[in-house]
């Protein structure tokens, strides 16, 4: 935890409280103009008073952050972070994703070494064979796994 | 009172095969689990949630409990082997434990911090045995606006005591309340807040939730840090080097009795940490390590003692049996692990509250003697197979993050078979990553996410039985006004005394000082020998 001097406004806590205050306000006007949050239900109970109040406390918690004495903190994390690592996580997501689709429209067996290929191959891992025995391994290890358990695997049915 | 059926019933439930053999994988896993530096107690039960729905609860239950305990020790083996805790309960055990090793005496550490483990954690369940269902007893005189206000007030501990800011506990405390909300009323099943998503009209479920804010936030991050080095080629070379050479002296019995006191202050900070929300067992393994070497200067804890691996391990430990506490006797959850086990005990149609004592007492007995009995398989496990752990703490992260990353996937999917449980738990890994990045703690989300259906229908039963009074409802005992008093209290302590901030403080010094009197033994050791020393 560090005081924001280099890094810029934009990573303090208080440029973070700043942008969560903004969602949630915007967030609460979204709800507060939904029919449903005003359907008064059988016990007398607004069906939107519960999100409404925690869009409300996100909302108060976000202005703690913009006025508290951590204001001007930046978080280590923070400080590193460069807009290429959201790139980064977004792409191992999406990797996921299609690792998720794959095993769906193939089978698990199939899907999880190419997964695991990739994915080591991109963390640097080589010989390329190393990368191979690895996604081999795990998934054998998690098919027999899952197979013990009896958790239904995607794409076994 | 003892049931004897009930408990005949949960010896017969426990002491079968198919239980034993759960609680012993659980326990394998878990040191596995803990001696990998990247994945914690909390990554691996909630990775576990899922496969346990097909299970029967005691075997659901040992797996589960298995891993936590073997999970809190494991972090130990890494700490001592290569100074690089496998959980951040187990920093507090580096510096003394680290510094046995590299005289030789890593063995000796190793087994310090396994019988101090078992030891403060055999006395601490002990311990919740005896208090939860006293503590369900008082529990069950609440009424409905009791209970609200009980529920609200652990949130406030949560959040206040959750990291070193508060705003930032609070915050996620509220973020949990808000996604508690989508899908349906608690009462009357009407759909809200989906954002016009159909396939959230049945509300997020728990267990993509914890996979996505704990496994997969986890490894994102651990993923980025990999892509940003990509030094990590040479590791693999040299990963299965070392450590098998941990031959050397073990540890006598004497030298066991001789850290006692260590192990006792372990046993009573951990018993009381993990009994409150929000603090956990890197905090008991701080503050009895802290509190050891304050109280006894002449053992120069922090130097290379048992002591010092005593303390640590038995303050973490010792939170493992009461973290489970107000879960049993409120139904409300104190720690993550807790939440999860809290799911577990759910799913298996039990679900956790002061009335389980009545309703499902068999579970309660089994959850009791399952307790119990993971010590004795911790001390086994952990005792045959600590060495070779300490090789597995070397499994380099980039065959790590796709292993866990695959059993993320399927664990989310395995729930009920649904893929959108896996984009739930996708877009929650992303949360769970910018959660870590910006400091915001995770287990408040989670908490605050399972009590809120709780709250809500607390607090709306509170108002039909007062026909819409809200004051009536809100304030209409001296219990009600008690909670809210300490909900009040709490709130303005936790802005003016700032407890996390101190608690952290306490960690950092403890940390500092070891790591300065680290570098004056470095500089000592560097130092050419002179004529004029003896």
């Known amino acids: 935890m560090e005081s924001g001097g280099g890094a810029g406004w934009l990573k303090t806590n208080q440029a973070v409280g700043a942008c969560i205050a903004t969602a949630s306000a915007v967030l609460f006007i979204y709800i507060f103009s939904q029919e449903w949050a005003h359907r008064e239900l059988r016990d007398g109970f607004r069906l939107g008073f519960t999100a409404m109040a925690a869009a409300v406390a996100i909302l108060l918690c976000g202005l703690a952050m913009v006025f508290d004495s951590q204001r001007h903190v930046v978080e280590e994390d923070v400080r590193s972070l460069k807009s290429a690592d959201w790139l980064r996580v977004l792409a191992v997501l999406l990797l996921c994703g299609a690792f998720f689709l794959g095993a769906i429209y193939s089978a698990f067996h199939l899907a999880a070494p190419v997964f695991v290929l990739i994915l080591t191959y991109v963390f640097g891992v080589r010989p390329w064979w190393a990368c191979l025995a690895a996604a081999v391994i795990i998934t054998a290890v998690l098919y027999g796994l899952f197979d013990l358990i009896g958790a239904e695997l995607p794409g076994a049915g | 009172m003892l049931d004897i059926d009930a408990l005949h019933m949960a010896i017969g439930m426990v002491f079968q095969l198919d239980t034993i053999l759960w609680l012993a994988v659980g326990v394998t896993i878990g040191v596995g689990v803990g001696a990998m530096p990247g994945l914690t107690a909390t990554t691996g039960v909630a990775l576990m949630l899922p496969l346990t729905f097909t299970m029967q609860p005691a075997a659901a239950l040992g797996l589960l409990i298995g891993l936590y305990k073997g999970a809190i020790y494991g972090g130990s083996i890494s700490a001592i082997s290569f100074a690089t805790p496998g959980t951040s309960e187990a920093a507090a055990t580096v510096f003394d434990g680290h510094k046995l090793m590299q005289r030789g005496k890593g063995r000796k550490a190793m087994l310090m911090a396994l019988y101090a483990s078992v030891t403060a954690d055999l006395l601490s369940d002990i311990l919740t045995i005896l208090i939860a269902p006293m503590l369900a007893l008082v529990a069950l005189q609440f009424g409905p606006s009791e209970r609200f206000w009980l529920m609200v007030l652990a949130v406030c501990l949560l959040g206040a005591l959750s990291g070193a800011h508060l705003a930032k506990g609070m915050l996620s405390a509220a973020l949990g309340l808000f996604i508690g909300t989508i899908g349906a009323d608690p009462l009357t099943s009407v759909s809200r807040n989906t954002f016009g998503i159909w396939w959230l009209s049945d509300g997020i479920h728990l267990i993509p939730l914890v996979i996505g804010i704990f496994a997969m936030g986890a490894m994102l991050e651990r993923a980025v840090e990999i892509m940003r080095e990509r030094g990590t080629t040479q590791r693999l070379g040299s990963a299965m080097k070392s450590m098998m050479s941990m031959s050397g002296e073990g540890l006598t019995f004497r030298e066991y009795l001789s850290c006692w006191k260590e192990m006792a202050i372990g046993l009573g900070l951990g018993s009381f940490v993990g009994m409150l929300p929000g603090l956990g ?253 003896p």
């Open chain 2, 281 to 533: 067992s890197t905090v008991g393994a701080f503050l009895s390590y802290s509190v050891a070497k304050s109280a006894s200067p002449e053992k120069k804890i922090g130097t290379g003692r048992l002591e010092g691996v005593a303390a640590a391990e038995a303050g973490n430990n010792a939170t493992v049996g009461p973290t489970l506490v107000p879960l049993l006797a409120f139904g409300i959850p104190g720690s993550a692990v807790a939440a999860l086990i809290g799911a577990a005990l759910a799913l298996q149609g039990a679900t956790p509250g002061p009335r389980m004592f009545d309703l499902y007492p068999h579970i309660i007995y089994s959850l009791f003697i399952i307790l119990l009995l993971g010590n004795l398989f911790n001390l086994g496990i952990g005792r045959m197979f600590a060495f070779v752990y300490a090789k597995l703490g070397e499994l380099p992260p980039p065959l790590l993050v796709p292993l866990v990353m695959v059993m993320a996937v399927i664990g989310a999917y395995a729930f009920q078979n649904n893929p959108y449980d896996v984009v739930v738990m996708l877009f929650f890994g992303l949360v769970g990553y910018g959660m870590r990045v910006f400091r915001i703690p995770e287990a408040p989300l989670i908490i605050t996410f399972m009590l809120t259906p709780i709250a809500e229908e607390s607090l709306r039963r509170g108002l039909l039985i007062n026909e819409q009074d809200w004051i009536e409802t809100l304030f209409g005992s001296p219990l009600a006004i008690g909670l809210v008093v300490g909900v009040v209290v709490l709130t303005w302590l936790s802005t003016r005394v700032r407890i996390a901030e101190r608690m952290q403080a306490v960690t950092e010094e403890a940390a500092h000082s070891d790591a300065a009197e680290s570098r004056a033994d470095g500089a000592e050791a560097a130092r050419p020998s002179s004529p004029t020393q």
